[in-house]
């Protein structure tokens, strides 16, 4: 088994203004087009699975079968942990692993699967290969991921380009890919998987609970995460700069007319008998 290699930085990291949107995620908002091929009895990897919510979710679908979660950060799988003692979850357990190098023999799960994963891992290709390296014959690899470029909003309050602009700049220079969604089937036939059905699916923020919860969680994020202060470390950003995007995030949540989708790119990968 090769020796894992850190090719990319988490950008966003495990700021409370980043789990305020992780655990928010489902299997139902986040996952909806694997779980029409999910049975009982089957084994599961769920890769990057942070505080563990669609992870417990998956569980739950194959009450006869086992979930392993894994993250790269070993003080969020507590909180995984958490999620899944809460729920009386027993068929699941979580490790520390590296999508890149993955520690399991070949064919162990029925299942791989991976929510905006491969937008901040170093090699996407690389990772695929491993996804379904371990992957059963018959089984799945599935994968989905957001595109920032395609992201749209209403009004057009000027600071939220700068947002995007310098996500993007921040992510790229950590050795991520935020535009992954759409190269997602890419990845997947330069690593050799033939069986790919392509997909998308979009999460919306217009009624003003969602409106205030999108803006609040990113106005927070700009400020206080990892991801503010790779943007000032990396000389990507001043202070101002992001002082001023978190203002434009608070005035799009406070407008009444405020619309926000985001469009994530999907692949559900059949590994050939």
Known sequence: MPKAQETAVYTHGHHESVLRSHTWRTAANSAAYLLGSLKPHMRILDIGCGPGTITA?????????????????????????????????????????????????????????????????????????????????GGYVAVRDADYAAMTWYPAVPGLDDWLDLYETVARANGGEPDAGRRL??????????????????????????????SGLWADRTLTSAYAERATRGGHATPERLRAVSAAWREWGHREDGWFAVLHGEILCRKES
């Open 185 to 214: 089937r890419s990845w997947a036939l330069a690593a050799g998987l033939k069986d790919v059905t392509a997909t998308s699916g979009t999460w919306t923020f217009a009624t003003p609970e969602e409106r205030a919860w999108w």
């Open 57 to 137: 979710d998956l569980a739950e679908l194959v009450p006869d079968g086992r979930v392993t979660g894994v993250d790269r950060a070993p003080d969020v799988l507590e909180q995984a942990r958490a999620t899944a003692a809460s729920r009386g979850l027993e068929n699941i357990d979580f490790a520390v692993a590296d999508v890149h190098a993955l520690d399991f023999p070949d064919d162990t799960f029925c299942v791989v699967h991976a929510h905006q994963v491969l937008q901040h891992v170093g090699d996407p290709v690389r990772a695929l290969r491993e996804m379904a390296r371990v992957t059963r014959p």
